[in-house]
């Protein structure tokens, strides 16, 4: 098969240069609203408002929004959703045949438009007062219809858009979903949802096998390669071989791991009285360990960061409780 060669890209050209005034729209958006946050205080006290108002809510946060705005809604309900705050999206025309039904007054609505007067939530906003849901928006009209009738209002500054006529909604939704991202976040915080939690709502794929326990992916009981201090060397190479990780532990009388001897330690003392050697005068001492609580990406991280292939997995009294290799992560998908 012919390798396809690769055109060298020219930096002048004027796709090139829409692409770049794009990227620099959209970054200038987001400084421009990061510096709002810090300097409006009306602005920056709304924020902290919503965060307070749905997490001290009883129900659930219902979201809702047309066109770009829907599309955006419907990332920020996935968001919350998936970091402790059960939310989820409900369109406004859905909405107004029948799924009104699904709102109680003890959910919080966010509404979502940029110019706050979307026509399509209108029937979504007289439900809300009429049975007292709060409403949390975000637009970039404070005089809109929809702000005006909010508990609170995120108002967004009016920030250039990256379409060239100032129509088709770029940077102004992308504002919208880093304010959602912000709420969801600082939600996620304030209920003390913890990388456990994180993995209860998502076991599957990569992201799930990364929030998985080193212990779940350890060896256990009879397959951990372990020798007592004392014994020969003759000992520990069959205990190595037989186990088949390239390692074994060497604990002392009390059970603890007090150090390893590997394949690199063989070589290095590869003598014609090697074999008759006691364990300790071979073994490294001060091996490498993990408890059995720490998250699989954080022991590759360890095991990448120290060059090891293989950790032991220890209790409080630093007993060896299992073992793990690096080949038992890269299976798992933690990689």
Known sequence: MAVKSVRPVDLTSSTFDSIRLTLATATNGIKALADYAATDEAFAQSLVDAVELIGEGRGRVVVSGVGKSGHIGRKIAATMASTGTSAYFVHPTEASHGDLGMITSEDVLILLSWSGETAELANMLTY??????????????????????????????????????????????????????????????????????????????KLGAQLRLIDELAHVAKQVPLLAVGRPMSEAVIEMSSKGFGVVGIIDERGALVGVITDGDLRRHMAGDLLSQQVEEVMSHSPRVVKGDVLASAAMEFMQEHKVTVLFLVNEARVPVGIVHIHDLLRAGVA
């Open 128 to 205: 809300a007062k009429r049975f007292k849901v709060p409403i949390v928006s975000i637009s970039s009209n404070r005089a809109s219809i929809l702000a005006r009738n909010s508990n609170v209002a995120l108002v967004l500054p009016k920030v250039p858009e990256a379409c060239p006529h100032g129509l088709a909604p770029t940077t102004s939704a992308m504002l919208q979903l880093v304010v959602g991202d912000a709420l969801a976040i600082a939600l996620l915080e304030r209920r003390g949802f913890s990388a456990e939690d994180f993995k209860t709502f998502h076991p599957g794929g």
